[in-house]
């Protein structure tokens, strides 16, 4: 199939778009989305772009009962010259392949997928933003549709992109964030789906988010599920830790989820000859750290905040306060470094952007 056979419909009401200073996350929507459907028979079929609309499904649709979905995150970004680049956008389609193979969603071709994404940002380009720190988010997904109430795989399933403008996660710049470490509730277990970027991981962590914010936390650092003592992630951040000069972040167990940023930051260290190690951390490991004074910076890295120091982390009523609760070194150079890659301003020596032509 080419790229030729996608169907396009375009709008006739174009929406007002929203001041760039004023961008609320992920509640605005751009004119046009990108749809497809799956059924045995055909594999993937009838690609198109149609008016941004609500979309009609039976009651009995799969992913009402038994939650077969999965879907992916990635942003594009304005240049100061006005081009628009993508951020390792294959990267996206391949995780969203292996997160539908742990979902028993059939695979989608991630070149194609890329083609018919970058069809979509042409006619929505006027939609990117070019304000420091917005860009257009980008969110694919997949939705299981038989209308079957029997527990198993669907048989037929959606496949669309939507887009939305996004502002600057830290208007002002970035700042350090407090963190929860949770005890109590459990984000993913050993053989279970924390590897797959899968609707029930993120409403499963609520209650835990909401007692964290209770007492003034941003999110929750999780632990893993058998014995609540090495670290897993944050909400939706890959965590860092920078101890003794030495930067460490947990190792992918199966549990965590494989993030994009995580392995750019991992790659961008190695290029500047920085000592930085995956491997299994405990939580009493960082506590001692902490109490020895070795621990020298902290921050999540995930595509929505790119990276997020940390300032605070509250264990079992302990509060370990990290470099003054100021934005480490590292975390600074790190954020400059790859926002400059993204947004065009430096050079790209990893071959990460995808300009859209
Ligand atoms: C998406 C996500 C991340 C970050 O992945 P990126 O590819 O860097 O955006 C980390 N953890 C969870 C649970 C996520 O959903």
Redesign the pocket.
């Known amino acids: 199939m080419t790229i030729d056979q996608i169907s396009i419909t375009t709008t006739m009401k174009k929406k007002e778009k929203p001041s760039q200073d004023q961008v609320p996350f992920g509640t605005i929507f751009t004119d046009h989305m990108f749809m497809m459907d799956y059924n045995s028979e055909e594999g993937w079929y009838d690609p198109r772009i149609v008016p941004y609309a609500p979309i009609s499904l039976d009651p009995a649709a799969m992913i009402f009962h038994y939650g077969q979905t999965v879907f992916e995150?990635l942003k594009a970004y304005r240049a100061e010259d006005g081009r628009i680049l993508l951020f390792r956008p294959e990267k996206?389609f391949e995780?969203l392949n292996l997160s539908s193979d742990r979902l028993s969603i059939p695979p989608v071709d991630e070149e194609q997928m890329l083609e018919y994404l970058m069809k979509l940002l042409d006619i929505e380009k006027d939609w990117v933003p070019s304000t420091e720190g917005t860009s257009l988010y980008i969110r694919p997904f997949i939705i299981s549709t038989e209308p079957n109430l029997a527990v198993g795989p669907s048989r037929t399933y959606t496949f669309m992109i939507i887009l939305s403008p996004v502002g600057s996660y830290f208007p002002g710049g970035i700042r350090p964030v407090t963190i929860h470490v949770e005890e109590q509730f459990t984000r993913a277990a050993k053989g279970g789906t924390g590897m797959a970027?899968t609707a029930g991981?993120y409403s499963s962590g609520y209650q835990a988010q909401a007692n964290a914010k209770k007492e003034g936390n941003a999110d929750v650092l999780w632990l893993d599920g058998a014995e609540k003592k090495y670290i897993e992630?944050?909400?939706?951040?890959?965590i860092f830790f920078k101890i003794n000069g030495e930067i460490v972040t947990p190792a992918l167990t199966g549990s965590i989820?494989k993030?994009?940023?995580?392995m750019s930051i991992i790659e961008m260290l190695k290029s500047w000859d920085m000592p930085v190690v995956e491997r299994r951390i405990s939580i009493e490991e960082v506590y001692k750290a902490f109490l020895d004074g070795a621990i020298e910076e902290v921050f999540g890295?995930?595509?929505?905040a790119i990276i997020s120091p940390v300032g605070e982390l509250n264990w079992q009523g302990r509060k370990m306060v990290i470099n003054n609760s100021e934005i480490g070194e590292v975390s600074q150079k790190l954020y400059d470094t790859i926002t400059g890659i993204q947004r065009g301003k430096l050079e790209d020596p990893f071959g990460w952007m995808v300009v859209l032509k």
Not at 259 to 262: A, E, L, N, S, V
């Open positions: 995150g996206n995780r970027k991981n992630e944050v909400g939706s951040m890959n989820l993030g994009i940023t995580r890295t995930g595509t929505a």
